[in-house]
């Protein structure tokens, strides 16, 4: 059997699996040490949560240490006992380690980080005894906009990505049967959805749903492909003016938001709604 014959070829003195790749002779292969360092530089002094201002580079942690430490210890997918920080914590001044926390400075530092951006999750206590944590997806999702290294990579708007679909903003349920976002900004001013606006052509229009795709919406697949850009459109229906009023096409059109000049409340400082709409 396959066993046997590992063991054949182990006392052998041969190799049982071939080595893709060549061994490494000097451990500094390992380490490219011409790439650029553009970190930022971190002192060496180490404050206390007292003296911590904004401007160190290190806030709201007093130090390095402290931060990688509670980087860490607070890893959701690794979570540690209070005896395995401690056994890492000597572990690592026995090898001579500077600057290492200890337990107590860990917690005390992670309560006043806690304490001022807040902790989403909050335990609850079930009557049958259970102990469930929740998180608060309000409060998360207000940190990730708050931070700005998730903030540019987050999609408020779905997107119409034709009948390929990679996130959950492709898919068809969040693009028609969802609420909209409430709103878009154009050059500065913000629309509304539900609200009366004017465009570039001097149209009016009501934009009833706000979603992301290609330079072309016309389902082209090719086309699609091609351009990689994404462009900002409203769903909505057309708006006519007449002396009799504002008259709402039934039939919905798609235009882009690029499109936008005059808002809702442009429109109602002339004195243009005293005829109402239909």
Avoid at 14 to 27: K, R, V
Avoid at 29 to 55: C, H, K, M, Q, W
Avoid at 73 to 87: E, G, H, I, V
Avoid at 259 to 274: C, K, T
């Amino acid at each position: 059997d396959l066993f046997a014959e590992l063991q054949e070829t182990l006392a052998s003195g041969q190799i049982p699996f071939s080595t893709p790749l060549a061994p490494i002779n000097e451990e500094d292969e390992l380490v490219d040490y011409s790439a650029p360092d553009f970190g930022i530089e971190i002192p060496a002094t180490r404050a206390t949560l007292n003296t911590i201002t904004p401007d160190s580079p290190t806030y709201p942690w007093p130090s390095k240490a402290d931060f990688v430490t509670a980087l860490l210890f607070s890893s959701p997918r690794l979570p540690f006992s209070d005896t395995q920080k401690k056994a890492v914590l000597n572990w690592a001044k026995e090898l001579g380690a500077r600057d290492v926390p200890s337990l107590y400075a860990t917690k005390k530092c992670q309560t006043f980080v806690e304490d001022l951006v807040g902790q989403p999750t909050e335990k609850v206590a079930a009557r049958s005894g259970n102990t469930f944590y929740i998180n608060n997806i309000v409060k998360a999702i207000a940190h990730d906009y708050g931070n700005p290294l998730t903030r540019f990579a987050m999609q408020d708007y779905p997107e119409d990505g034709g009948k390929g679909m990679s996130q959950v903003f492709n898919g068809k349920k969040m693009l028609l049967d969802l609420p909209s976002p409430p709103a878009a900004r154009v050059d500065g001013k913000v629309f509304f959805v539900n609200e009366l606006l004017q465009d570039s052509s001097g149209d009016y229009f009501i934009p009833e749903c706000f979603f992301l795709g290609s330079s072309s919406v016309d389902g082209d697949i090719e086309h699609c492909k091609k351009s990689d850009a994404k462009i900002l459109y409203a769903l909505g229906r057309a708006v006519q003016r007449t002396d009799a009023g504002f008259i709402v096409n039934d039939e919905q059109e798609i235009i882009p938001t690029s499109m936008f000049v005059r808002s809702y409340e442009d429109i109602a400082s002339m004195g243009e709604l005293n005829c109402g709409l239909t």
